[in-house]
């Protein structure tokens, strides 16, 4: 059964990074993106602003270049309290966010749990919003959030089947579409999720195969920021290539429909920058459908000239 509407997830807050070279990530996010630095959280953590929130990343010095942690909000207590009762019943350990954890976070009410995957999970509510308005370094307006939260990340699953089960009757995320690829042998039906207007928050991929027993691997897939205007993209875009970074020229996906390109952050996994995109505004009229390709048309990797 899916969990109910009222007490569910409504969008992803905040992602935590784990870097190896915060330097090199504070000069992509601010010269490249256009993010705002919003100073340094309690234990020391670069936070990153893209709109009205305090901060929308927090980039932790641990040297992972992978994921750290993740934050969805939630409405309100109420709210949280559902869901952390909820997250128990799936047989996870929740445990209150503390003092301390809520002033990192600048959030009014935390709760932490490690998900089905093992990585650090956290829902919220009473998130800060800054009274002073976004300067972008770059002179762009603030990112596409609002209802729709910061944009979208892809986790690669040990058990894909488990954490979709933890994502739709846990968190009440609900399946937007999948885009269903062959692989030789294998056929993936990668699932898309959304839990507000946002086409998509979440997809879910696999490991990579013939990864060894044992052998820890990047759990990040890519994460997705959205701009305001194609010309935003286009002029990013321009300067990753102007710095010779591996991107891949703009295209369309055919799901959701966004225009963007994708281009390598400083911890080698990739960050895809976008505009426009659907937005599903009807529950009741949305039909859940799939693709067999991943691009419409684009998305195919610029080649630089050697050098000399």
Same mark, same amino acid.
């Given at each position: 059964? =899916?969990?109910?509407?009222?007490?569910?997830?409504?969008?992803?807050?905040?992602?935590?990074? =784990?870097?190896?070279?915060?330097?090199?990530?504070?000069?992509?996010?601010?010269?490249?993106?256009?993010?705002?630095?919003?100073?340094?959280?309690?234990?020391?953590?670069?936070?990153?602003?893209?709109? &009205?929130?305090?901060?929308?990343?927090?980039? !932790?010095?641990?040297?992972?270049?992978?994921?750290?942690?993740?934050?969805?909000?939630?409405?309100?207590?109420?709210?949280?309290?559902?869901?952390?009762?909820?997250?128990?019943?799936?047989?996870?350990?929740?445990?209150?966010?503390?003092?301390?954890?809520?002033?990192?976070?600048?959030?009014?009410?935390?709760?932490?749990?490690?998900?089905?995957?093992?990585?650090?999970?956290?829902?919220?509510?009473?998130?800060?919003? &800054?009274?002073?308005?976004?300067?972008?370094?770059?002179?762009?307006?603030?990112?596409?959030?609002?209802?729709? =939260?910061?944009?979208?990340?892809?986790?690669?699953?040990?058990?894909?089947?488990?954490?979709?089960?933890?994502?739709?009757?846990?968190? =009440?995320?609900?399946?937007?579409?999948?885009?269903?690829?062959?692989?030789?042998?294998?056929? @993936?039906?990668?699932?898309?999720?959304?839990?507000?207007?946002?086409?998509?928050?979440?997809?879910?991929?696999?490991?990579?195969?013939?990864?060894?027993?044992?052998?820890?691997?990047?759990? @990040?897939?890519?994460?997705?920021?959205?701009?305001?205007?194609? &010309? &935003?993209?286009?002029?990013?875009?321009?300067?990753? !290539?102007?710095?010779?970074?591996?991107?891949?020229?703009?295209?369309?996906?055919?799901?959701?429909?966004? !225009?963007?390109?994708?281009?390598?952050?400083?911890?080698?996994?990739?960050?895809?920058?976008?505009?426009?995109?659907?937005?599903?505004?009807?529950?009741?009229?949305?039909?859940?459908?799939?693709?067999?390709?991943?691009?419409?048309?684009?998305?195919?990797?610029?080649?630089?000239?050697?050098?000399?």
């Amino acid at each position: 059964m =899916g969990a109910p509407e009222q007490t569910s997830v409504t969008q992803l807050g905040y992602l935590g990074i =784990g870097v190896s070279d915060i330097a090199a990530w504070e000069d992509f996010a601010t010269r490249l993106l256009g993010l705002q630095v919003n100073g340094r959280s309690p234990t020391g953590n670069l936070l990153l602003r893209t709109d &009205d929130y305090h901060h929308r990343l927090v980039l !932790v010095d641990n040297g992972a270049d992978d994921i750290a942690f993740y934050g969805w909000e939630v409405k309100d207590q109420a709210a949280l309290d559902a869901i952390a009762q909820r997250i128990r019943d799936f047989g996870i350990e929740v445990s209150e966010g503390s003092k301390e954890d809520c002033a990192e976070r600048m959030v009014l009410g935390l709760v932490k749990f490690t998900d089905p995957e093992g990585l650090s999970g956290e829902v919220y509510f009473g998130a800060s919003r &800054d009274h002073k308005p976004f300067v972008s370094p770059r002179g762009l307006g603030p990112l596409v959030t609002g209802d729709m =939260g910061l944009g979208h990340f892809t986790i690669a699953a040990a058990d894909p089947a488990r954490y979709i089960e933890f994502y739709t009757q846990v968190l =009440g995320a609900r399946i937007s579409d999948y885009i269903v690829l062959q692989k030789g042998d294998v056929e @993936l039906k990668l699932p898309f999720f959304h839990v507000n207007p946002r086409h998509h928050s979440l997809v879910i991929n696999r490991k990579p195969p013939g990864t060894p027993e044992g052998q820890p691997w990047r759990r @990040l897939g890519h994460m997705m920021i959205q701009m305001q205007t194609l &010309d &935003d993209v286009g002029a990013t875009q321009s300067l990753f !290539v102007a710095d010779r970074i591996p991107c891949n020229q703009l295209g369309k996906h055919p799901n959701d429909r966004m !225009v963007s390109f994708y281009g390598r952050t400083p911890s080698g996994f990739d960050i895809e920058i976008g505009c426009g995109g659907v937005r599903i505004e009807d529950e009741d009229t949305w039909q859940v459908q799939h693709y067999r390709a991943v691009t419409l048309w684009g998305h195919t990797p610029v080649v630089y000239p050697a050098e000399g």
